[in-house]
């Protein structure tokens, strides 16, 4: 019975470990979808392709990010092996302990380790089912993020990064903020080009302006879709 209860709390551990994860590689610059699968990656050590490790590889902060979940992953396929295995020994069946309190025999042992493990797939449903609910997966990554920036665990960057590709390069989203040097100048005078950035489209209240000419002005909360080297796109705005 414990190691069941251990079971599906070490689930749920593994879990928000995950998704705190991926908060930390949103908050340096990764998109959020390949945030939370980069972070799934590292923590179960599957899925990590080559072209995407170099996100994570080329930056300090995701590669100090990437270690802990290998570690917390790999400790915690161990442990959660081995409370299952626990699990379905006759001894720690719930089955015994439900014979003993509630029925008025005993369910024999051989049948209480296969309804134990109908047990823990059921509970591995539920807490599937629960975790990936959006309103509740929604607020408990909102709580985390607040608190991983409160507590100044990590700065949040100005900028995302949509798209690896070969040489460097990059698509990448430039948040224009209130500190932006960025704000009333015309794309020309931004001198990003200079830096071998472009912008391929503004988003404005919510509305996409592409191709922008050289002469259009970039306002306050702007999205400057760009594309040009990751390291020229991290030294304009990192720390804006």
């Not at 908060?23 to 610059?29: D, E, L």
């Not at 930056?59 to 295995?85: C, H, P």
């Not at 020309?188 to 950035?197: G, M, Q, V, Y």
Request: aromatic share 8%; glycine share 6%.
């Amino acid at each position: 019975m414990v190691n069941v209860l251990l079971f599906i709390l070490i689930l749920v551990a593994s879990w928000i470990i995950v998704r705190i994860g991926a908060i930390a590689f949103q908050i340096t610059g990764l998109e959020w979808s390949l945030a939370k699968f980069q972070a799934l990656s590292c923590f179960t050590g599957t899925g990590f392709t080559t072209r995407e490790s170099e996100l994570i590889v080329s930056d300090k902060r995701r590669r100090q990010i990437a270690s802990i979940l290998m570690i917390l992953g790999n400790a915690g396929l161990v442990t959660l092996i081995a409370t299952a295995a626990g699990a379905l020994t006759p001894e720690q069946t719930v089955l015994p302990w439900l014979s003993k309190t509630f029925l008025p025999f005993l369910i024999p042992k051989e049948l209480a380790v296969f309804i134990n493990l109908a047990i823990i797939a059921l509970a591995i449903l539920i807490t599937y089912k629960i975790l990936t609910n959006r309103k509740i997966s929604g607020k408990l990554t909102r709580y985390l993020r607040k608190k991983i920036i409160k507590q100044d665990i990590l700065k949040p960057v100005s900028f995302e990064e949509l798209l690896q590709l070969t040489g460097g390069y990059g698509i990448s989203r430039i948040e224009v903020t209130e500190k932006s040097p960025y704000i009333d100048k015309t794309l020309a005078e931004s001198d990003l080009r200079k830096h071998d950035i472009t912008v391929l489209a503004i988003i404005r209240d919510g509305v996409t302006i592409p191709n922008p000419t050289a002469n259009r002005k970039i306002l306050k909360d702007d999205g400057l879709i760009t594309f040009g080297k990751r390291e020229n796109i991290r030294d304009r705005v990192e720390g804006i």
